[in-house]
């Protein structure tokens, strides 16, 4: 993407976009060698900050095109053509054949629509984006669907159109695009409850209750997203009074609405990777078991040691409901409704005990992948004994071979480790002032609330 003051329009600037985003609006942009101020706009009309509305600038396109009407035949030639689509060509063309008056383009029908020259000339340029980008793949559509505006009254509708395939690339290309409305959602609730600087894990459940059978797992992913996009940003207080993203200060100038900043490639994230991609002949470290633990766990990194109570919550009553879902698609299958919504089996000890099981389990693979290593002292010396007591699959391999795949995975074993051990301590800390029975018998009465009010009116036991 390019800066619209005090740089170059050929100066790229690098952020959470994907490569082809940015290829596909480096190659408008070049080929009309737009000026700074066009080359800001159309960053801006594809990343979806204008304002007020996202989908202004297709809109303002579908209709000028419609106004334009049968005074240019020719006109997947006059869009695609830079020299042909300037302001002062497009002008010279159309002043006097279409629909025009003193300042630029006019259309009475179905609503009252003007636009200038220089905006005709930039809806050019959005509409060439759509037809080029993602290697022409909407070409064939986007021109079909600038056929049908022989008639205004279809102009409403092709604007529709094209904001759907501007949405979906925006989806596709723009990794962090999809998040604007869950931080509009969450901003909005924590600025009524009066913690826009911090907020607590009851908020989270709070905020949970307000939706509409939302899964609570869901929710908790969704400000853990949160909460990593704010960290990108450098800090909360980044993100304070915008209620969506581009009211941050100095956002469209500068352009980032593109997306957020790009996430960093997370070591937790690249640690689950490893283990949960391993080829069919590697070493069996992890059973599925001990696999879905670690991932469900791990995947709400920071949360897991941060937020520990959360976590807690999101895996002992995420559980539960997902069985009364479940059970209400199925009608039948285990225990019936008024026991699941009980939700009896919630137990965060138990939680604990097999985190702290799983720990143990990571460390001992740990310590055999340092002792094929050829590390020496007391952590060898545990590696090999676990080595010879170990019966998994392919930790039998002959030595040199085994030593070869623990080395591939060994760092992904020491963040998972790492990162689990700081889950158990985080918790282990929370016993300590809250004792963990206390802690779940509250929330056990509160969820169980919860759950009758979403699914027990009306639904058959």
């Given at each position: 993407m390019w800066f619209g003051d005090g740089m170059s329009a050929n100066e790229p600037i690098t952020h959470g976009f994907d490569e082809?985003?940015?290829?596909?609006?480096?190659?408008?942009?070049?080929?009309?060698?737009?000026?700074?101020?066009?080359?800001?706009?159309?960053?801006?009309?594809?990343?979806?900050?204008?304002?007020?509305?996202?989908d202004r600038p297709l809109w303002d396109a579908a209709h000028g095109i419609a106004a334009v009407g049968g005074a240019a035949p020719?006109?997947?030639?006059?869009?695609?053509?830079?020299?042909?689509?300037?302001?002062?060509?497009?002008?010279?063309?159309?002043?006097?054949?279409?629909?025009?008056?003193?300042?630029?383009?006019?259309?009475?029908?179905?609503s009252p629509w003007h636009g200038s020259w220089s905006g005709l000339a930039r809806s050019f340029a959005l509409l060439e984006f759509l037809m080029t980008a993602d290697e022409l793949s909407h070409f064939a559509e986007v021109t079909a669907l600038l056929d049908?505006?022989?008639?205004?009254?279809?102009?409403?509708?092709?604007?529709?159109?094209?904001a759907v395939m501007m949405t979906a690339y925006r989806a596709q290309h723009m990794p962090l695009a999809p998040v604007e409305r869950r931080f509009h959602a969450i901003r909005g609730f924590l600025r009524q409850t009066g913690r826009i600087d911090g907020y607590q894990d009851d908020d989270i459940v709070s905020f949970w209750q307000q939706?509409?059978?939302?899964?609570?797992?869901?929710?908790?992913?969704?400000?853990?997203?949160?909460?990593?996009?704010?960290?990108?940003?450098?800090?909360?207080?980044?993100?304070?009074?915008?209620d969506r993203l581009s009211g941050i200060d100095n956002w469209e100038d500068r352009l980032e609405a593109t997306t957020l900043p790009d996430t960093a490639i997370r070591s937790v994230d690249q640690a689950l990777a490893t283990l949960s991609d391993l080829a069919t002949d590697a070493p069996k470290v992890l059973t599925g078991a001990e696999r879905d633990t670690?991932?469900?766990?791990?995947?709400?990194?920071?949360?897991?040691?941060?937020?520990?109570?959360?976590?807690?919550?999101?895996?002992?009553?995420?559980?539960?409901?997902?069985?009364?879902?479940?059970?209400?698609?199925?009608?039948?299958?285990?225990?019936?409704?008024p026991e699941r919504i009980a939700c009896g089996e919630a137990d965060y000890?138990?939680?604990?005990?097999?985190?702290?099981?799983?720990?143990?389990?990571?460390?001992?693979?740990?310590?055999?992948?340092?002792?094929?290593?050829?590390?020496?002292?007391?952590?060898?010396?545990?590696?090999?004994?676990?080595?010879?007591?170990?019966?998994?699959?392919?930790?039998?391999?002959?030595?040199?071979?085994?030593?070869?795949?623990m080395a591939a995975i060994d760092a992904a074993l020491a963040t998972a480790a790492t990162e689990l051990a700081s889950h158990c301590a985080a918790v282990a800390d929370l016993a300590q002032r809250v004792p963990l029975t206390d802690l779940v018998e509250r929330?056990?009465?509160?969820?169980?609330?919860?759950?009758?009010?979403?699914?027990?009116?009306?639904?058959p036991a």
């Amino acid at each position: 993407m390019w800066f619209g003051d005090g740089m170059s329009a050929n100066e790229p600037i690098t952020h959470g976009f994907d490569e082809t985003c940015a290829a596909d609006v480096a190659a408008v942009i070049d080929a009309r060698d737009a000026p700074p101020a066009d080359a800001a706009w159309l960053a801006r009309a594809v990343a979806g900050a204008s304002r007020p509305s996202r989908d202004r600038p297709l809109w303002d396109a579908a209709h000028g095109i419609a106004a334009v009407g049968g005074a240019a035949p020719d006109l997947v030639d006059l869009i695609l053509d830079p020299y042909l689509s300037s302001a002062g060509a497009l002008r010279a063309r159309l002043e006097g054949v279409a629909s025009t008056d003193a300042k630029g383009l006019i259309l009475g029908d179905p609503s009252p629509w003007h636009g200038s020259w220089s905006g005709l000339a930039r809806s050019f340029a959005l509409l060439e984006f759509l037809m080029t980008a993602d290697e022409l793949s909407h070409f064939a559509e986007v021109t079909a669907l600038l056929d049908t505006l022989g008639d205004p009254a279809a102009a409403p509708d092709v604007a529709r159109r094209l904001a759907v395939m501007m949405t979906a690339y925006r989806a596709q290309h723009m990794p962090l695009a999809p998040v604007e409305r869950r931080f509009h959602a969450i901003r909005g609730f924590l600025r009524q409850t009066g913690r826009i600087d911090g907020y607590q894990d009851d908020d989270i459940v709070s905020f949970w209750q307000q939706g509409e059978d939302a899964l609570f797992t869901t929710v908790v992913a969704h400000f853990v997203t949160y909460d990593r996009v704010s960290a990108e940003l450098g800090a909360l207080t980044a993100l304070q009074g915008a209620d969506r993203l581009s009211g941050i200060d100095n956002w469209e100038d500068r352009l980032e609405a593109t997306t957020l900043p790009d996430t960093a490639i997370r070591s937790v994230d690249q640690a689950l990777a490893t283990l949960s991609d391993l080829a069919t002949d590697a070493p069996k470290v992890l059973t599925g078991a001990e696999r879905d633990t670690l991932t469900a766990l791990l995947s709400f990194d920071p949360f897991h040691n941060r937020r520990p109570v959360t976590v807690l919550r999101a895996l002992a009553f995420g559980r539960i409901q997902s069985g009364i879902g479940n059970r209400l698609r199925r009608g039948s299958g285990g225990p019936d409704l008024p026991e699941r919504i009980a939700c009896g089996e919630a137990d965060y000890a138990a939680l604990l005990a097999k985190a702290q099981t799983l720990t143990a389990h990571l460390k001992t693979c740990l310590a055999i992948a340092l002792a094929l290593r050829g590390a020496d002292g007391e952590v060898a010396v545990r590696g090999e004994q676990a080595l010879r007591r170990m019966r998994r699959a392919g930790l039998d391999a002959p030595r040199p071979d085994l030593a070869k795949r623990m080395a591939a995975i060994d760092a992904a074993l020491a963040t998972a480790a790492t990162e689990l051990a700081s889950h158990c301590a985080a918790v282990a800390d929370l016993a300590q002032r809250v004792p963990l029975t206390d802690l779940v018998e509250r929330d056990r009465a509160h969820f169980s609330a919860a759950f009758a009010a979403l699914y027990l009116e009306g639904h058959p036991a």
